[in-house]
């Protein structure tokens, strides 16, 4: 058996979306997989990952997504780790497609969904952990009442509301299949919010936070914003990490098991990853 290992190139998506539909996840349509790998957002891209062949048949992939941050003023790349699927009966070159994906230079890798062994598969290779405590948000129908306290999720209402870094982000995530957008704004001062649909338990009743701009303002108009994703999203539950909005609502609970994330960098510190330019705001499942 002579199995091979290549670069995903832009050729390759198709069939990489329908083996990735077919062997690990039928929820998600084999062109919403092919889409997904082409991030919306410009940077240099290498590949869209690493694919095993045997032969001229695809038996694993491992996808990739690209990213240039400026981070303390600094350009930095990164490489966000994403879907990983090889076949049982090719399981001993599964390894093969991570060292290739870490033995590129230059890049600061993460691992933001990591499940079954992956996280201590990462961590024998020098990933660490980031701190994911996440509280856990019964969204409400609470009263509201008319003021200078507004909460959109309109993408003009949106767009008109960013400025800066986040008018940045708003752009190169617009087009990303999982992200979704919401602006709060409280007289002068607005914040932010890039959440994604998610699953737990089969049940796609949540919302997971992946970026807040201000959390201040987060917090006083949490009510209003659980109102507004029961209503508007018709999401139960929102899913935040502790590390983007510091204390969680008072009617919140603390998630006994959060989902593990992790990275790799020789210089990057945990406070300087986020959740955005990966897999979570491309692939909904």
């Known amino acids: 058996m002579t199995v091979a290992i290549n670069a995903i190139a832009a050729a390759d998506l198709p069939a990489v979306g329908r083996f990735l539909h077919t062997h690990l996840n039928r929820r998600v349509p084999a062109a919403a997989w092919e889409r997904a790998a082409r991030p919306p957002w410009q940077a240099f891209a290498?590949?869209?990952?690493?694919?095993?062949?045997?032969?001229?048949?695809?038996?694993?992939?491992?996808?990739?997504?690209?990213?240039?941050?400026?981070?303390?003023?600094?350009?930095?790349?990164?490489?966000?780790?994403?879907?990983?699927c090889v076949l049982p009966d090719y399981r001993f070159h599964a390894p093969r497609l991570l060292r290739a994906l870490l033995a590129q230079d230059g890049f600061h890798f993460t691992?933001?969904?990591?499940?079954?062994?992956?996280?201590?598969?990462?961590?024998?290779?020098?990933?660490?952990?980031?701190?994911?405590?996440?509280?856990?948000?019964?969204?409400?129908p609470w009263p509201t009442w008319p003021g200078r306290r507004r909460i959109s999720s309109a993408p003009a209402v949106v767009e008109q509301n960013v400025a800066g870094h986040d008018r940045v982000l708003y752009h190169d995530h617009a087009e990303a299949a999982?992200?979704?957008?919401?602006?709060?704004?409280?007289?002068?001062?607005?914040c932010y919010v890039i959440f994604r649909r998610d699953r737990r338990k089969g049940l796609p009743l949540f919302a997971s936070i992946l970026y807040?701009?201000?959390?201040?303002?987060?917090?006083?108009?949490?009510r209003q914003f659980s109102r507004h994703l029961l209503l508007r999203h018709g999401v139960l539950v929102t899913l935040v990490e502790s590390r983007l909005i510091g204390r969680p609502p008072r009617w919140s609970f603390s998630l006994a098991a959060p989902r593990p994330k992790m990275f790799k960098s020789e210089r990057?510190?945990?406070?300087?990853?986020?959740?955005l330019y990966s897999e979570l705001v491309c692939v909904r499942w």
């Open 46 to 84: 290498p590949n869209h990952g690493f694919l095993l062949r045997d032969g001229e048949v695809i038996v694993g992939a491992y996808l990739a997504f690209y990213s240039e941050r400026v981070i303390d003023g600094r350009p930095e790349r990164f490489c966000n780790l994403g879907a990983w």
């Open 111 to 140: 691992d933001l969904s990591p499940s079954g062994n992956v996280p201590a598969i990462n961590t024998r290779l020098g990933f660490r952990p980031l701190d994911t405590a996440t509280a856990l948000v019964p969204n409400l």
């Open 178 to 190: 999982a992200a979704r957008h919401v602006i709060l704004v409280d007289g002068q001062r607005s």
């Open 212 to 222: 807040v701009s201000d959390p201040a303002v987060l917090h006083d108009m949490a």
């Open 268 to 275: 990057l510190t945990a406070d300087k990853i986020d959740n």
